[in-house]
């Protein structure tokens, strides 16, 4: 399935949708395609070739109109509440886009404070994890192999400074927990946990599954004593 904004990999922008746009099912199309230096078949990395496709059918996304019927189909009464309902929510993501932002702002303020130096093994070692989920995130989107490698590839600088600051954070908050007496209980996991699964509507068994196996039940806790 291909989106004339969302060009093949190593074939030509405007070239993509200048040929994408227009097609109509039954037909034939090639573009000039450069392998990159992350395809997955190594003989054909940095070459240049063809890709071809045959349209089998045209799907168009066409916009709902917004009236009473709208409305209902999504549980409400008419138009107003809907409006109603949307101010709501916009208004209630506002706060907890501004509560986040001071939270944040307040937790480098705290880490820029208080410097010191981290093992380099286990910096390391965070970086692979993180990059590791980022790889796992990318297949599920069903991005090609050389597409996750260039993407993993350019995320490592990012994920190095990242996992400084995320190790300096648990260090942090686990001496400013011990100085208050603070700590994080098997229920205060349980109950995160149970959060979690609810607000992605799946099995609490799933969530620990996914931090065991990416190895963020570190993160977890974190969240936990932010």
């Given amino acids: ?44 990395r940095g070459k240049k070739g063809t890709v071809r496709g045959h349209v089998h059918g045209v799907q168009r996304v066409m916009r709902a109109p917004i009236d009473d019927s709208l409305a209902k189909d999504i549980g409400l009464d008419d138009l107003d509440k809907l409006k109603a309902e949307l101010l709501t929510q916009i208004g209630q993501r506002k706060e907890i886009a501004e509560r986040l932002r001071q939270e944040e702002s307040i937790l480098q303020q705290i880490v820029e404070a208080t410097p ?34 260039a993407a993993v590839d350019r995320a490592r600088t990012e994920a190095e400074d990242g996992a400084q600051r995320k190790i300096r954070m648990v260090f942090l908050f686990e001496a400013i927990a011990k100085s208050k007496g603070v700590r994080v209980e098997e ?11 609810k607000h992605h509507d799946v099995p609490a068994e799933e969530v620990v599954r996914h931090y065991r196996e990416n190895n963020r039940f570190g993160d977890l806790q974190l969240g936990i004593l932010e």
């Fill in 116 to 149: 010191f130096d981290l093992p380099p093994s286990l910096v390391q070692r965070q970086v692979e994890i993180d990059l590791e989920g980022y790889r796992q995130r990318l297949t599920e989107q069903g991005r090609t192999k050389e597409e996750i490698d």
């Fill in 1 to 44: 399935q291909l989106n004339p904004n969302i060009p093949i990999a190593g074939t030509d922008t405007g070239a993509f949708k200048g040929t994408i746009i227009g097609l109509v099912k039954g037909q034939d199309f090639a573009l000039p395609i450069e392998f990159s230096a992350h395809f997955e078949v190594e003989a054909q």
């Fill in 187 to 197: 229920s205060d996991m349980l109950g995160e946990i149970n959060a979690i699964a």
